[in-house]
């Protein structure tokens, strides 16, 4: 049922793990009579279902959602190319008088999609030798580089993450600047409305506790067990997702199963507290609360926030 009101031209619904965004984006898009496009970088990937809470066919509830499961797990993520896909299928349902609920936790895509946004080249001398560096010294030593050339994205990039890490110390190298000062200010190509949904931390923790354990009883160890059969362990972004990092390392030996589980719960809290730092430095961001007292008014106020938004 479409509202009464005028949809902007893209609602984001942003913030971190757990919070309840793929679930508010669905009310949205079946009531603004709009599509949700994915903005969550790992569920782009065919196959990585359970581990990343991919909707299932039936909790979208008939709404189409884009840009899931597009790329294989041995394809190395690259915003660039999110961002000419994301733009395409916003580009779409705008055209169709349909309105864009982008949903997702990465940061990073977000931006990609809906601000002025460039992505600077690449040179491929620079990123050979500083691929060998992250071979030979690993990622901790380059990150600690990455901090003190840059200590915005030092704290913004997982320290383990090396492909983020050698790819920020690369634009430094080309540009000459800070990594963080290649993103732009906060100037949007499109008419955007974007929501964050708040959850205060301990029940947020609560909740990923929980969400992990539901993941394992779902059978994420096998899910993650038939795609190393597909080369996850060979693909530069997929293998570090988390919890899928974590099951690698138990099927290597190098974990316990249970050591996997509770590595995969610290580490996606620590994840999701980058994820609120960053959407928090956004002002343009509409804070509501996602907490279980407030969780069944979520949505009339994110249809009341973006009326307001469209009337003002």
Do not use: C
């Not at 100037?187 to 990923?208: K, W």
């Not at 539901?214 to 996850?232: C, S």
């Not at 919890?243 to 996997?260: M, P, R, V």
Request: net charge negative; proline share 5%; charged share 25%.
């Amino acid at each position: 049922m479409r509202s009464a009101a005028p949809a902007p031209r893209v609602i984001a619904v942003v913030g971190p793990t757990a919070a309840g965004k793929s679930d508010l984006g669905v009310h949205l898009a079946a009531q603004l009579g709009g599509e949700v496009v994915n903005a969550d970088s790992m569920q782009l990937y065919r196959g990585m279902d359970i581990g990343t809470a991919k909707l299932t066919p039936g909790e979208r509830g008939g709404v189409p959602h884009r840009l899931l499961d597009v790329w294989d797990v041995t394809e190395t993520a690259n915003v660039a190319e999110y961002q000419r896909l994301a733009r395409a299928e916003i580009d779409r349902l705008l055209a169709e008088g349909r309105t864009p609920v982008l949903v997702g936790g990465s940061g990073l895509y977000v931006r990609g999609a809906i601000d002025t946004l460039e992505f600077p080249g690449t040179d491929p001398a620079i990123r050979a030798r500083l691929e060998a560096e992250l071979a030979a010294e690993g990622p901790g030593a380059l990150h600690a580089r990455l901090t003190a050339a840059d200590p915005e994205a030092g704290r913004a990039i997982l320290p383990g993450n090396g492909r983020r890490i050698v790819r920020a110390l690369e634009v430094i190298e080309i540009t000459g600047k800070p990594f963080t000062a290649n993103l732009p200010g906060h100037d949007s190509v499109y008419d955007t409305v974007q929501i964050g949904v708040d959850v205060a931390r301990p029940e947020l923790d609560e909740r990923i506790a929980r969400r992990v354990d539901r993941m394992w009883e779902d059978g994420f160890v096998d899910e993650v067990r038939a795609l190393e059969a597909q080369g996850l362990r060979e693909g530069l972004t997929a293998s570090r997702a988390l919890g899928y990092q974590q099951i690698l390392k138990a099927l290597a030996g190098e974990y316990t199963e249970q050591e996997a589980r509770a590595e995969t719960v610290r580490a996606t809290k620590r994840f999701a507290r980058r994820q609120d730092s960053w959407f928090r430095r956004d002002p343009r961001v509409h804070w509501l609360s996602g907490a279980v007292a407030d969780r069944g008014e979520l949505p009339g106020q994110a249809l009341a926030l973006i009326e307001r938004a469209v009337t003002a």
